[in-house]
């Protein structure tokens, strides 16, 4: 059982959506604004957020940043209408673990949404104990002290910059991290940065998993904002 805040100022929408989610048999809650909605965060700490980025009073972005301040593990999936890319894109800077774009499939916002609460609540798990020597996403482990990637038994030696783009990754397996994002994860401040270093270095981790077991990618790309954990078949 998952509880699900749905964020939607207008009720048809969000009606259509409590009736999908409910009938996945979760549990439901709305919120028509973001002041109500924050309060509901801090009383009610629901599974996953399912917020419109159009609402009155605090909008969508505000209200989203503010969450991860609060609660950083929190898992939010964004809503926006067609053609706002621009939006789209600082929502998922913001921290969005996902998004859906209005008109929405039925069947693929449920589906998007069981799939970042399945990601999520091991997120949770991983961030209770951020020390932890390995991160295990079967058939994937890094080991964090030994800086290698497992593919089942099979150890990749990974270097500094392979190591902490997977790490980053790794650690939080919904969450789609923009380029910028990752050279900050990769890269000390000051230290140069070479032009495409996060996707030659993508590549790289693609091919060295790659000769170990063929069709497994360890990194999916999001067209038009960056990069996942994958850990699938191509
Ligand atoms: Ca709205």
Redesign the pocket.
Known sequence: MADILIV???RHIADVLAFLLREKGWRVRRAEDGTAALSMVQHQKPDLILL?L??PGIQGLPFMKRVRELYPAQAVVILTAQGEEDARVRGMEAGADDYVCKPFNNRELVARVQAVLRRTRGDFLREESPREPEIVLAPLRLDCAGFRLYVGDNPIDLAKHEFSLMEALMRHPARVFTRDQLIAKMYAEGEDVFDNAVDTTVWRLRKKVREITPDLNPIKTIYGLGYRFSGEPT
């Open positions: 939607e100022d207008e419109d159009h609402l």
